[in-house]
């Protein structure tokens, strides 16, 4: 037991460390519909809202109408209240896949609050929080707000158990996903796993099969599973128009196309956020050499 001389001090301490913890999170945060995204802070348990979310309007998303219009119709489905799909996006680097999940969010809510409708909420996990999914659930099992969980660039590791958690939640049943709750997720990854990983799990198993079954059943447990593929030259081009057109550049589209394709060269690949840098480069160039 500590002296009496030491209570103030030890009550100082005490006090001085709960103002620096921060507050543990508060499901009616949720509730505030003037805030639709939400950063999920693992390791202090904190339900960040944000004011705004960088991301593409769809209009600008081109040579991916059929995945759009899936991820759109799923995301409408869930905010109507109706059955949904978890979703898994996975393909090249840069085709917009986390830009798609995004866009068709706001497009969504958009048609909410026009319609006197609730909008949905969009809660980005970072890859390193994925352990702490259960506090999250938690949290949300105290709010009726329908929630899609977002975790972009998803992939694991060997030796990483953390898609055992993540494929538990997408279980659902009692313990698992809510029902006003989804999980959309974006990789570069196929089955989320690289293929050594997959082939070393059925090598050192004594039935391989059913460790090939145990890596790629994560995957599975998303009802849709879209892939984005590389841009064609074709594709490239037309978002490379619709880029321009949307900040109004002053240029050929012969010499746009041009110097694009001499971009992307360079670049080594074709895709949406090359795109989106070679605009960046040529509106700068532009503006200055207009002064």
């Keep these: 037991m500590p002296s009496a001389a030491f209570l103030p001090l030890l009550t100082r301490i005490a006090e001085s460390l709960e103002r620096i913890a921060p507050p ?14 939400f950063l999920w802070q693992g390791t202090t348990a904190n339900l960040q809202p944000l004011k705004a979310m960088q991301t593409v309007p769809l209009s600008l998303l081109k040579g991916i109408d ?14 109507q209240g109706l059955a949904a799909n978890n979703v898994m996006l996975w393909g090249a680097r840069g085709m917009g896949k986390s830009s798609l999940v995004k866009a068709c969010l706001l497009r969504v809510n958009e048609e ?25 659930l938690a949290l949300l ?18 030796q990483d158990a953390d898609y055992k958690s993540l494929k538990s939640i997408l279980d659902g049943g009692i313990a698992g ?10 990789s570069n990854r196929r089955h989320l796993m690289p ?31 879209i ?31 041009r110097r694009a394709l001499q971009w992307a060269i360079q670049r ?3 895709s949406g956020r090359v795109a989106a840098q070679f605009i960046t480069a040529l509106a700068a160039e532009l503006a200055t050499a207009q002064r």
């Design 24 to 37: 543990p999170a508060d499901p009616t945060v949720l509730e505030d519909e003037r805030s639709d995204i």
């Design 195 to 225: 293929r050594h990983m997959i082939e070393n799990e059925a090598g050192d198993a004594i039935n391989p099969g059913e460790a090939i079954e145990e890596k790629l059943s994560l995957s599975d447990r998303f009802g849709l599973w």
């Design 227 to 257: 892939g984005l593929y590389g841009a064609t030259q074709e594709h490239y081009l037309s978002i490379i128009d619709a880029y321009a057109a949307e900040r109004h550049l002053p240029i050929a589209q012969e010499d746009l196309h």
């Design 112 to 136: 909410q609050r026009k319609a006197g409708q609730p909008p949905l909420a969009l809660i980005e996990i970072p890859r390193d929080d994925l352990h702490t999914l259960p506090q999250l």
């Design 268 to 270: 080594g690949s074709r």
């Design 66 to 79: 059929q995945q759009m219009q899936k991820v759109l119709a799923n995301t409408r489905f869930f905010a």
């Design 141 to 158: 099992r105290c709010s009726t707000r329908r929630v899609i969980l977002f975790c972009d660039d998803l992939s694991f590791e060997a």
């Design 177 to 186: 996903r809510p029902e006003h709750v989804l999980v959309y997720a974006t």
